[in-house]
């Protein structure tokens, strides 16, 4: 029975001294400190108050040591080295600052965003990428494709209403299908690479596995690089060839008014361009196309006279990803539409001629512009009498 008691005791002391030795680790110390209050008539003033803060914030030194101070009392323990590289304290590097201008700092500076503990602008990046570009970016461009497949579902291709008659018309010169394709093969490297680099590990790595998911990423990071340049140059080529034909014009706005007539059934006339591709060519080729090629070339660091440092490309990266999103949402309809949305569009751009079928219903103001002689039938000149395709019109 005694030797019952003496253990319990033993027990109860040891529990106590094992909770003593936890509080000591979490325990805080209320402390008189100075703070700038901002009384109720906006004056700044300052006064005492009562602040709770850990203990080892007490320990005489402690915020200040150097790493030699500190791996005497804590062998292995380096905090203050990087203490000081979060607070922007820069070491030596004999990488040129021309071309790595933060290569003596480890990482960036902490900084306090409002609502958010104490993180590095790197670290805010990271969730800014993971929380919110991926997820809704990828959800964005999910709707898209499952809106244009229930559409196709529902109201397949828009045919020709009429009998095609045989009689071609001239609706995209060699030069302009030539930039027109340059653009588009560049644009699906771009965007299947980039699709794969941002969304991969959620549908490609749990098949194919790590080892290979890895070179397959490395591999389109290149491509994505090489062709990123081919775009933006071939981007510009089309912009100013479709320029001229993409300006509003009135009837454009009847167009849009009735939807381009894709619900209701009848497709209002237009001139070379319908207001639809209108809105392609200002929202994606110009605008889109102007946030995403100058981001990228910001991120292939092909700006000269820039300072490339991380908070840079963080900037860069994020205005990129979020405007290829769109532009990639955008140009999925301009995509379906060239192909299996609408019978004989992908020929017109495939071949450069058009049935007079096709012009009179999906183009009729251009139709009778070329009717009447307004703007030429064939801008190719054969090479030969009997090269090229036959014009009748
Ligand atoms: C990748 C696949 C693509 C396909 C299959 C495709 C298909 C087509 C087709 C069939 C046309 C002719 C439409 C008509 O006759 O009115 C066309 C026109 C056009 N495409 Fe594409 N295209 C693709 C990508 C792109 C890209 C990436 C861009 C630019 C970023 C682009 C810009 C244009 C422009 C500017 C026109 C002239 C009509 C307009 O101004 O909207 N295309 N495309």
């Given at each position: 029975?005694?030797?019952?008691?003496?253990?319990?005791?033993?027990?109860?002391?040891?529990?106590?001294?094992?909770?003593?030795?936890?509080k000591a680790v979490d325990a805080t110390t209320v402390v008189p400190v100075k703070a700038t209050v901002v009384a109720?008539?906006?004056?700044i003033k300052s006064q005492n108050i009562m602040e709770v803060r850990p203990d080892a914030d007490l320990t005489p030194g402690y915020a200040t040591?150097?790493?030699?101070?500190?791996?005497?009392?804590?062998?292995?323990?380096?905090?203050?080295?990087?203490r000081?590289?979060?607070?922007?304290?820069?070491?030596?590097?004999?990488?040129?600052?021309?071309?790595?201008?933060?290569?003596?700092?480890?990482?960036?500076?902490f900084?306090q965003?409002?609502?958010?503990r104490l993180?590095?602008?790197?670290?805010?990046?990271?969730?800014?990428?993971?929380?919110?570009?991926?997820?809704?970016?990828?959800?964005?461009?999910?709707?898209?494709?499952?809106?244009?497949?229930?559409?196709?579902?529902?109201?397949?291709?828009?045919?020709?209403?009429?009998?095609?008659?045989?009689?071609?018309?001239?609706?995209?010169?060699?030069?302009?299908?030539?930039?027109?394709?340059?653009?588009?093969?560049?644009?699906?490297?771009?965007?299947?690479?980039?699709?794969?680099?941002?969304?991969?590990?959620?549908?490609?790595?749990?098949?194919?596995?790590?080892?290979?998911?890895?070179?397959?990423?490395?591999?389109?990071?290149?491509?994505?690089?090489?062709?990123?340049?081919?775009?933006?140059?071939?981007?510009?080529?089309?912009?100013?060839?479709?320029?001229?034909?993409?300006?509003?014009?009135?009837?454009?706005?009847?167009?849009?008014?009735?939807?381009?007539?894709?619900?209701?059934?009848?497709?209002?006339?237009?001139?070379?361009?319908?207001?639809?591709?209108?809105?392609?060519?200002?929202?994606?080729?110009?605008?889109?196309?102007?946030?995403?090629?100058?981001?990228?070339?910001?991120?292939?660091?092909?700006?000269?006279?820039?300072?490339?440092?991380?908070?840079?490309?963080?900037?860069?990266?994020?205005?990129?990803?979020?405007?290829?999103?769109?532009?990639?949402?955008?140009?999925?309809?301009?995509?379906?539409?060239?192909?299996?949305?609408?019978?004989?569009?992908?020929?017109?751009?495939?071949?450069?001629?058009?049935?007079?079928?096709?012009?009179?219903?999906?183009?009729?103001?251009?139709?009778?512009?070329?009717?009447?002689?307004?703007?030429?039938?064939?801008?190719?000149?054969?090479?030969?009498?009997?090269?090229?395709?036959?014009?009748?019109?």
């Amino acid at each position: 029975m005694k030797k019952a008691f003496y253990s319990a005791v033993l027990l109860s002391l040891l529990a106590t001294g094992v909770l003593a030795q936890s509080k000591a680790v979490d325990a805080t110390t209320v402390v008189p400190v100075k703070a700038t209050v901002v009384a109720s008539d906006g004056a700044i003033k300052s006064q005492n108050i009562m602040e709770v803060r850990p203990d080892a914030d007490l320990t005489p030194g402690y915020a200040t040591q150097t790493n030699a101070e500190r791996s005497k009392v804590q062998p292995g323990n380096n905090a203050p080295i990087w203490r000081q590289v979060g607070a922007g304290v820069n070491g030596t590097s004999t990488l040129p600052v021309s071309e790595a201008p933060e290569a003596g700092n480890l990482i960036q500076p902490f900084v306090q965003y409002p609502g958010s503990r104490l993180t590095t602008a790197g670290e805010a990046w990271r969730q800014v990428r993971n929380n919110w570009i991926i997820p809704y970016g990828g959800a964005l461009l999910l709707l898209v494709v499952v809106a244009i497949g229930l559409f196709f579902k529902a109201k397949g291709s828009i045919p020709l209403h009429g009998a095609e008659t045989g009689k071609k018309i001239e609706r995209f010169t060699y030069f302009e299908r030539a930039a027109h394709w340059t653009n588009a093969i560049a644009f699906v490297i771009l965007a299947v690479s980039g699709i794969i680099m941002a969304f991969g590990k959620f549908f490609l790595h749990p098949i194919i596995g790590a080892t290979l998911f890895g070179w397959l990423t490395y591999a389109l990071k290149n491509a994505h690089n090489f062709a990123g340049p081919v775009f933006a140059v071939s981007l510009i080529v089309v912009f100013a060839t479709f320029l001229k034909d993409n300006l509003p014009k009135k009837e454009d706005l009847n167009w849009l008014l009735k939807g381009g007539g894709l619900f209701a059934g009848h497709e209002p006339t237009s001139h070379r361009f319908n207001a639809g591709e209108k809105v392609v060519f200002w929202g994606g080729v110009f605008f889109l196309g102007l946030i995403v090629v100058s981001s990228g070339l910001v991120l292939d660091k092909l700006v000269p006279g820039l300072i490339y440092e991380r908070s840079t490309m963080q900037v860069a990266h994020m205005i990129h990803a979020v405007a290829t999103v769109l532009m990639m949402a955008m140009f999925l309809g301009h995509i379906y539409l060239g192909t299996i949305g609408m019978d004989g569009a992908y020929k017109g751009m495939k071949t450069g001629y058009v049935d007079e079928t096709w012009a009179k219903e999906h183009h009729g103001l251009w139709y009778d512009d070329i009717k009447n002689g307004k703007i030429p039938a064939q801008r190719t000149v054969p090479q030969s009498p009997t090269a090229g395709h036959p014009v009748q019109v």
